[in-house]
T-cell receptor
C-alpha cells in the first residue's frame, strides 16, 4: 500500500497563476482533508470531505476550491495564486470508525508563489 | 487564546536523558488527544493516542490532566532518532473528524 500520495512535491507559481494539487489514498478511507502548514503555526485545515460526495470548508478556505473526485481522490485548486499561499500543503485521510480519529498524511507539496 | 498551545522549544536533550513537555488545550469537552511526530520536512505521523488518564508506549509516556487541561509527553532514555517536532492534536468537539493542531515542540537530542 502506498498510503496517501500527493503530486507534485514541489511547485513554483507566479502571482495569478492557477494550479491543482492532487491527492490519492489507497486505504479505502471515507474522510479526506487538506491542510496548510506555515512556520510557527500548527497545521490549519483548508477543506475536508467527510465522505464521498461531500466537501466542507475548514479554518482557512479562502482562495481555494476542492473536488472529491471519488472515494480515493481529493484535489485542491488554487484559482489565482497569491504570495500568501506560499506554504506546505498536506493531504490526509482517515477511516473515522469507532474511536479512531487517526489521520494519515501524504508527503506534502511545497508551494512557492512569487 | 489558541485552542491548542505548545512551547515551541527547542528542547536540547543529551542522549540518554529524559525530556518532558506539555500542551494546553482550551476545550474542556475534549475527550481524546493525540501526539504526532513530524521529522524535518516530512509529514506528521501518529505517535500516541490518549483516551483516558494516560498512555505508555515503550520509552514514551503521555499523561492527561483534565482539571488543568493539559497533556504531557515524556521521553525516557532519549535517542538521536527522537529528534523531531512533536505535535499535540485535539479533535474538535463540534465537527466530526476535524483535528486542532498545536504548532509543535521541537526536540533536539545531542550526542
Amino acid at each position: 500500500n502506498a498510503g496517501v500520495t500527493q503530486t507534485p512535491k514541489f511547485q513554483v507559481l507566479k502571482t495569478g497563476q492557477s494550479m491543482t494539487l492532487q491527492c490519492a489514498q489507497d486505504m479505502n478511507h471515507n474522510s479526506m482533508y487538506w491542510y496548510r502548514q506555515d512556520p510557527g503555526m500548527g497545521l490549519r485545515l483548508i477543506y475536508y470531505s467527510a465522505s464521498e460526495g461531500t466537501t466542507d470548508k475548514g479554518e482557512v478556505p479562502n482562495g481555494y476550491n476542492v473536488s472529491r473526485l471519488n472515494k480515493r481522490e481529493f484535489s485542491l485548486r488554487l484559482e489565482s495564486a497569491a504570495p500568501s499561499q506560499t506554504s506546505v500543503y498536506f493531504c490526509a485521510s482517515s477511516d473515522r470508525t469507532g474511536r479512531s480519529d487517526t489521520q494519515y498524511f501524504g508527503p506534502g507539496t511545497r508551494l512557492t508563489v512569487l | 487564546r489558541k485552542e491548542v498551545e505548545q512551547d515551541p522549544g527547542p528542547f536540547n536533550v543529551p542522549e540518554g536523558a529524559t525530556v518532558a513537555f506539555n500542551c494546553t488545550y482550551s476545550n474542556s469537552a475534549s475527550q481524546s488527544f493525540f501526539w504526532y511526530r513530524q521529522d524535518c520536512r516530512k509529514e506528521p505521523k501518529l505517535l500516541m493516542s490518549v483516551y483516558s488518564s494516560g498512555n505508555e508506549d515503550g520509552r514514551f509516556t503521555a499523561q492527561l490532566n483534565r482539571a488543568s487541561q493539559y497533556i504531557s509527553l515524556l521521553i525516557r532514555d532519549s535517542k538521536l532518532s527522537d529528534s523531531a517536532t512533536y505535535l499535540c492534536v485535539v479533535p474538535s468537539t463540534d465537527s466530526w473528524g476535524k483535528l486542532q493542531f498545536g504548532a509543535g515542540t521541537q526536540v533536539v537530542v545531542t550526542p
